[in-house]
Structures are given as C-alpha cells and as structure tokens.
C-alpha cells in the first residue's frame, strides 16, 4: 500500500520546517537513516523527557546508560544471533531485496504474515501472483530466506572481537543487572530504565520514521518475584483502555472490548496483573503527550507472533492513514533473559530472596568422589559432578538405584551410585536464590514523534486563507513560546519584547522570537510547527497610565487575550503545565479581536 495523503503532507512539511528529512542526502542519501531538524530534534527531547519523567523518575525506577555495542558472546545468550531474522525475498531481475511479509500483508488481507514459515511466505507469494516494486518482475517461485538484522562489527585492530550494534536497549540492563540488583538494594521488585539509539539492518524500511535502520528506544525493566509481587492496580484501575485481545482478532466478526484496567484483569483479558499496571500508565500518558485517543489501541499478540520467552504481549498501535502501527510493547518475558545470562556468563543473576522466618527442609545432595570421576572422566570430571548434583535437587530418585545417567555436552555418562555419594539432609535456610521475572513496557520514541505529527497535522481557514498547523501538546511541543514586537521600528516595544523574550527563557521555556514580516504570517509560521501560544507585544500594551500588557494567542483556535506583562510567566507556566485552560485566562482577562 502507497503512503496517503496524511504520510505525504507530513513528509513534506517535516522536511520543508525542519522535523526530520533523510540523512546524507548530499551524497545520495540511504535508506532508513533520518537527521533531525531543529524542530524534529526538540519535540523528540521533549518526549524522551515526558517519557522518562513518568516512567523513570514517578515511578522511582532507576535508570542507565549502556554502550550501543556489545561483544558477541551477549548476543549468543540472549538468541539474537539465532533467531533475530526477516523474511528476505530478492528479485531474481533487479536484484532489489524485499521483506516477503510486508509484500503480503500491503497486498492482502493478512495481518500477521510475519507468523509465516518462509516456505508458506513463498507459498503465498506465488498464490498472490506478487510482483518486485522496483522493476514488477514476477516474484513466484523465488526462495525466501531468514535474514538476520543485527549490524556486525569488530572491536578493537583486526576481526578477533566480533561485536554488534545493539538491536534493542535491554540487553544493556540485562548484561548489567548483577551489578544493578546491588544499587536496588537486592530487594524486588525493581524497575530499570534506559533510553537510547537501537540498530537493526531493515530489509526495507518504509513510512518515514517509522521503520528506519537507527531508532530510539524507551525501555523499562520491571524485575520481581512472580510467587510474592503484585502491582498495585488502584492508580490505573478506572483507566478506560480500547483493547483488542485473540479472542476478537481471531472472529470474523471481531470487534474490540472497551472496558477499564481493573475489569480487563479481573476477567482475564489482560492476563497478567503487571501487563495491566503498565497498559493504564501508557494509556495517560499517551494522552498527555498529545496521541489521538480515538486513533489508539491495544492490541494482544497473537501466538504465532508472540516471542518464544514471552508468555503474553500487548502492543500500543496508532491508526496513520488507515493503517495501525505498533507503537510501544508490552511484554511478561518471565525468566527467559535472566536465565539465560545466568547459564552463559560468569555472574549470578539470582536474588536471595529472605524468608520472613527460617525454614527446615530436607535437601537431596552428592558429594561426587573426584578420585574416582578425574582417572574416569579426565577433563570432563568436573562437568559430570556438576551434572550429578543438578540431578540431585531436580530428581532425587534417579539415586535409587546401583547407577545413575547424566548427560554432559550430549554424551550420556553413566556413574555408580556410590561414587556420587548422594544423601538426603536437613537443613535451615534463611531464605531463596530467585531469578527474577521481567516486565518489559518498550516504547518506539520515533514512532511515537511520527504519531504525534500525524495526529497533529490539522487544516482549516483563517481570514478566508488556508491554514495547516500542528496541535501538539503544551508539553512536548518544540517550542513552547512566540515573542513578537509588533512592529520592529520602535525602540520601546524592541526592548520590551527582549526583556520579555529573556524572562521566559530564564524561566525554563524554549522562545522563539521574530519580527520578521506581518505579524499574521509570523503567527502562520509558528502554527506550522506546533507552538502553543505566541505573544505579541504593541503599543497598547505601553501607552496610557495602566500597567504595561501583551497579548497571548491560543495556536488552535487564533484567540487572543490582553493580560498584564507581570502576569506573563505564571500565565504560561499554568499554559503549558495543562493546569490552566485557555478559557479560564480569557474569562480572567480582557478578549482581543483580532
């Protein structure tokens, strides 16, 4: 499916006003890489900011910074070496490389052909009849392959410490939590935050900034102990949420469920208790920073799309020119990567989990004679009494009889009972080695930047001329103010608009200031990329024997308000902060025509 008309205006005017534009172009550019203007640059600050103040700093989680490149071994525990793979089919005529399920699904009915066997993605591109396109060669009967998107590169001189650019932030929090757990006092639960630049080798990025090659991601750890943690749902239980769970997608009648937090976990459509604390966060904050709500849902993985480790997933999606995309998700990994770090790397992954009181428990153990198991077993002895003792505390019955079968490196080794010298002992323990699970709430701060724009981007007519504006949020938009002097010839209005200019930036607001042409096209400017307000200051603001005022416009609606200069900061601090309407500072003050 082409872009519509909202993806092509708002490339048009992202490029033309400085929001994002493709990068390098002076040498021809490249696919999937996107520069940030001055405009593009500031809205995305001012979101990774929203994000971290409610998801870092309220929520009392700590946060990191890790490298955007780890050495290879990281990427062997955690899977990625192998099974981070798209779907690649290649045009046998142009030589152009595709992603076969996007080709399905932009020419079918098929939501989810990324669930596909590259044989049955082949399959259907031959039923399909699909073409290249680049140059519209037939592509049935090509191979499709997995192709993996992890960037390699090596470390240091030569290839002797291959490494990767990160394909997603929380392997950095993962690697690191043996050291992490101690800042948290190793007590659970505990959320780590990181936000910070991903790479994945796209097939064929598409949309803009939607799907590139280099993005920024948000990501929140939440470790706890699934047997004693549960979130508290009181904050977000009345949140109303539109979700859209398996049991709807897979109906040919299917709609979505509007309901609340707490009823969605009461009922068991949200499954898990922490998917649902975090699916309510989301839901206000998207809200806040400015996502059309009538244009958001919740959709839950389906099975054949849901990671292996993940034992349920949701994702935020946005609607943009009739297609939803996946914003931010939302998943319970359980001890998937934690474990896995714990199996490959030379630390320990566990917390020691105190009970409230000691406990006497009888505990199978072996004490291998390594006399015996060295001459036997040479090299392999010590793997073999590890083996012995993980059989032990797994199934203490298999000691039972005059021998015992363990499996090391795929051989099956066989020992006499005796030598392992099992028993069974009792014994008080202060408490637990736990591997904590992990709740990953993963925000798409591009995608989100590219909602905000699109669900922004608005027309109308002012003074019988068309008008396009941005209605971004107070909170995140670029710029916050517009100072004007009306007129750029009197010396009185020029040093009150810099003083006045100065005072707001003093105060913490990003001002722009302009006394270029009619003030009519100043303030079309500056409603193009998104400034909520704009003040403008003329000589009936000085003249007479009152106190001296300005006039602040309301981007959206083009109202204006005359109101004294003293009052201007506290004004717009309550403005931008969302806890003072425009209508109440009209109601306050004295309306202007304008």
């Given at each position: 499916?082409s872009?519509?008309?909202?993806s092509?205006?708002?490339?048009?005017l992202?490029k033309r006003?400085?929001?994002?534009f493709?990068s390098?172009?002076?040498?021809?550019g490249?696919?999937?890489?996107?520069?940030?203007?001055?405009q593009?640059?500031?809205?995305?600050?001012?979101?990774?900011e929203?994000?971290?103040d409610r998801?870092?700093?309220q929520?009392?989680n700590?946060e990191?910074?890790?490298?955007?490149i780890m050495p290879?071994?990281?990427?062997?525990?955690?899977?990625?070496?192998d099974g981070f793979d798209?779907?690649?089919?290649?045009c046998?005529?142009?030589?152009?490389?595709?992603?076969?399920?996007h080709l399905?699904?932009?020419?079918?009915?098929?939501e989810?052909?990324?669930t596909l066997?590259?044989?049955?993605?082949?399959?259907?591109?031959?039923?399909?009849g699909l073409?290249?396109?680049?140059?519209g060669?037939?592509?049935?009967g090509?191979?499709?392959?997995?192709f993996?998107?992890?960037?390699?590169?090596?470390?240091?001189p030569?290839?002797?410490?291959?490494?990767?650019?990160?394909?997603?932030t929380?392997?950095?929090?993962?690697v690191?939590?043996p050291?992490?757990?101690?800042?948290?006092?190793?007590?659970?639960?505990f959320?780590?935050?990181?936000?910070?630049?991903?790479?994945?080798n796209?097939?064929?990025?598409?949309?803009?900034?939607?799907?590139?090659?280099?993005?920024t991601?948000?990501?929140?750890?939440?470790?706890?102990d699934?047997?004693?943690?549960?979130?508290?749902?009181s904050?977000?239980?009345d949140v109303e949420?539109?979700?859209?769970?398996i049991?709807?997608?897979?109906?040919?009648?299917?709609?979505?469920?509007?309901?609340?937090?707490?009823?969605a976990?009461?009922?068991?459509v949200?499954?898990n208790?922490w998917?649902?604390y975090?699916?309510?966060?989301?839901?206000?904050?998207?809200?806040?920073?400015?996502?059309d709500?009538?244009?958001?849902?919740?959709?839950?993985?389906?099975?054949?799309?849901?990671a292996h480790?993940?034992?349920?997933?949701w994702d935020a999606?946005s609607?943009?020119?009739?297609?939803?995309i996946?914003?931010?998700?939302?998943?319970?990994?359980g001890?998937?990567?934690?474990?896995?770090?714990g199996e490959h790397a030379?630390?320990?992954?566990?917390?020691?989990?105190?009970?409230?009181?000691p406990k006497?428990?009888e505990?199978?153990v072996?004490?291998?004679?390594?006399?015996?198991?060295?001459?036997e077993?040479?090299?392999?002895a010590?793997?073999?009494?590890?083996a012995?003792?993980?059989l032990?505390?797994?199934?203490?019955?298999?000691f039972e009889s005059?021998e015992?079968t363990?499996?090391?490196d795929?051989?099956?080794?066989?020992?006499?009972?005796?030598?392992?010298?099992?028993?069974?002992?009792?014994?008080?323990?202060?408490?637990?080695h736990?591997?904590?699970?992990v709740?990953e709430?993963?925000?798409?701060i591009?995608?989100?930047?590219?909602?905000l724009?699109?669900?922004?981007?608005?027309?109308?007519?002012?003074?019988?001329?068309?008008?396009?504006?941005?209605?971004?949020?107070p909170?995140?938009?670029?710029?916050?103010v517009?100072?004007f002097p009306l007129v750029s010839?009197?010396?009185?209005?020029?040093?009150?608009?810099?003083?006045?200019?100065?005072?707001?930036?003093?105060?913490?607001?990003?001002?722009?200031?302009?006394?270029s042409?009619?003030?009519?096209?100043?303030?079309?400017?500056?409603?193009?990329?998104?400034?909520?307000?704009?003040v403008t200051?003329?000589?009936?603001?000085?003249e007479?024997?009152?106190?001296?005022?300005?006039?602040?416009?309301?981007?959206?609606t083009?109202?204006?308000?005359?109101?004294?200069a003293?009052?201007?900061?506290?004004?717009?601090v309550?403005?931008?902060?969302?806890t003072t309407?425009?209508?109440?500072?009209?109601?306050a003050?004295e309306?202007v025509?304008?």
């Open positions: 499916m872009e519509g008309s909202e092509a205006a708002l490339a048009e992202a006003r400085g929001f994002f493709g390098s172009e002076a040498y021809g490249v696919g999937g890489f996107y520069t940030y203007g001055p593009g640059a500031a809205l995305k600050s001012n979101v990774e929203a994000w971290r998801f870092a700093v929520e009392g700590l990191i910074e890790a490298p955007t290879e071994p990281v990427f062997e525990a955690s899977g990625h070496l798209d779907m690649l089919v290649e046998a005529e142009c030589g152009e490389s595709h992603r076969a399920d399905i699904e932009d020419n079918s009915d098929l989810d052909a990324e066997s590259p044989e049955e993605a082949a399959e259907k591109i031959s039923e399909l073409v290249c396109p680049s140059c060669a037939e592509l049935a090509q191979e499709v392959t997995d993996n998107l992890m960037f390699e590169t090596n470390i240091g030569g290839s002797t410490t291959p490494g990767y650019l990160r394909p997603e929380a392997q950095g929090i993962f690191e939590f050291r992490i757990k101690a800042y948290a006092r190793n007590s659970l639960p959320g780590v935050t990181q936000i910070g630049s991903a790479y994945r796209e097939i064929s990025p598409r949309k803009n900034i939607v799907r590139t090659r280099e993005f991601q948000a990501e929140l750890e939440q470790f706890v699934p047997e004693r943690d549960e979130p508290d749902l904050s977000v239980e949420v539109l979700l859209y769970p049991t709807e997608q897979e109906k040919d009648d299917g709609d979505y469920v509007t309901t609340t937090i707490g009823e976990v009461e009922e068991g949200i499954a208790g998917i649902g975090y699916l309510g966060i989301a839901q206000e904050w998207y809200e806040h920073v400015g996502v709500m009538d244009r958001f849902r919740f959709r839950q993985h389906l099975p054949g799309e849901r480790y993940a034992a349920d997933c999606e609607e943009i020119d009739g297609d939803w996946e914003i931010a998700g939302f998943a319970y990994r001890d998937y990567d934690l474990s896995k770090h030379d630390d320990d992954f566990t917390i020691f989990q105190q009970y409230d009181e006497t428990v505990r199978a072996v004490d291998p004679d390594m006399a015996t198991l060295g001459p077993f040479g090299a392999k010590a793997d073999v009494a590890d012995l003792e993980a032990a505390a797994s199934d203490p019955e298999a005059d015992v363990v499996e090391v795929g051989e099956v080794i066989t020992v006499e009972t005796d030598i392992a010298n099992f028993s069974v002992e009792t014994q008080t323990e202060a408490g637990e736990v591997t904590p699970h709740v709430p993963s925000f798409g591009d995608r989100t930047v590219y909602t724009l699109a669900h922004a981007y608005e027309t109308d007519e002012v003074d019988g001329e068309a008008r396009s504006f941005l209605s971004l949020s909170a995140v938009a670029p710029t916050n517009g100072v010839n009197v010396d009185e209005l020029v040093d009150l608009s810099d003083d006045i200019a100065a005072e707001l930036r003093a105060a913490g607001f990003a001002v722009v200031y302009d006394d042409g009619s003030i009519g096209r100043r303030y079309r400017r500056q409603d193009e990329v998104g400034t909520p307000f704009c200051i003329d000589r009936d603001g000085i007479g024997d009152g106190p001296t005022t300005v006039t602040i416009r309301e981007r959206d083009g109202r204006q308000v005359r109101i004294p003293d009052s201007l900061v506290e004004t717009l309550g403005l931008r902060a969302g309407a425009f209508d109440e500072v009209v109601d003050y309306a025509e304008a």
